[in-house]
C-alpha cells in the first residue's frame, strides 16, 4: 500500500508526503490507504511520517488523529501532522522551528554530547555557527558548532542516533575521504584557532538593561581569562 503515496523519503529515514499530491477517490480511501502503509513502514523501519493538509482537506484531520497523528504546527494556508512510528522509542521527530534560542548554548552543547556519545563534557568556547535560511518548514536555521572538554574517553554512543562514534586525529579528520565540505571547513577554524594563541569566542556575564539578571555576552577573548570573566 505504501506504493500507491506520491511521498519523499529523506535522510533522517521519515516520510513526508502533500496530501494535494494523493489521487485518492475519496478521504475515506486515502486513510484506508493510509493505515495499512502506515503497517508497511513501521516493519520496514521507518521513523515518521509527516503529512501536509491544506485548508480544503482539514476534513481528513479527525480521521488522521484516530491513526495517531498529531498537530506539528501551522501557516496560513496548510497544517503539518506528523506521527512517530518506533514503539521502542522515544519521539525524535525536530520540533518545529523558531527564533528563540531557550536553552543557554553551553548547557545544550553538553547535554547533547553526554545523550549522543555518552562523555561528561564542560564547555570551553563557541567555535563557529551557521546561519541557513529557508532549512525546515520554511524557517532559518542557527547551528552552533561548540569547544568541548571531555572529562574522559569512553564512548557509549546511543544506538537511537548515532550510527559509529570513535576518536580521530584532527588532520586524520580533516583529510577523511568521506568528510563533508562544511565539516571539514569545522575542523579547519578548529585547528586554525589553536595557532592563534587561545583566542576564543566565550561568554562574560554582562548586567541587563534593568539591571535585575545577568546575561552571557559572547565575544573574542584569550581562554585563559575565561574563567575570571565568568566568576
Not at 491544506?54 to 488522521?64: A, D, G, K, N
Not at 484516530?66 to 503539518?80: I, S, T
Request: a negative charge; glycine letters at 4%.
Amino acid at each position: 500500500m505504501a506504493d500507491k503515496f506520491v511521498a519523499k523519503r529523506d535522510r533522517f529515514n521519515s516520510i513526508t508526503f502533500n496530501v494535494s499530491d494523493q489521487t485518492f477517490a475519496s478521504d475515506e480511501e486515502l486513510i484506508q490507504n493510509l493505515e495499512a502503509a502506515l503497517t508497511e513502514w513501521r516493519t520496514n523501519k521507518v521513523r515518521g511520517v509527516w503529512i501536509k493538509i491544506s485548508l480544503q482537506q482539514t476534513s481528513l484531520v479527525p480521521m488522521l488523529v484516530k491513526l495517531g497523528f498529531d498537530f506539528h504546527h501551522a501557516q496560513p494556508g496548510y497544517v503539518m501532522m506528523s506521527v512517530w512510528l518506533p514503539a521502542d522509542e522515544p519521539n525524535n521527530l525536530p520540533e518545529y522551528a523558531n527564533q528563540y534560542i531557550g536553552e543557554d548554548i553551553g548547557e545544550t552543547a553538553k547535554r547533547e554530547v553526554f545523550e549522543e556519545t555518552g562523555i561528561e563534557c564542560e564547555f570551553e568556547s563557541i567555535l563557529t555557527f551557521r546561519h541557513q535560511h529557508n532549512y525546515r518548514y520554511g524557517c532559518s536555521d542557527i547551528y552552533f558548532v561548540c569547544v568541548m572538554r571531555p572529562s574522559s574517553d569512553d564512548l557509549k554512543p546511543c544506538q537511537h542516533e548515532i550510527a559509529k562514534c570513535q576518536w580521530m586525529d584532527l588532520d586524520e579528520y580533516i583529510n577523511h575521504e568521506e568528510m563533508s565540505v562544511g565539516n571539514r571547513h569545522i575542523a579547519q577554524c578548529y585547528k586554525e584557532s589553536l595557532s592563534h594563541g587561545g583566542l576564543a569566542v566565550v561568554p562574560s556575564p554582562v548586567i541587563s538593561f534593568n539591571g535585575k539578571v545577568y546575561n552571557k555576552m559572547y565575544s573574542v577573548q584569550h581562554k585563559d581569562e575565561v574563567q575570571t570573566n565568568i566568576d
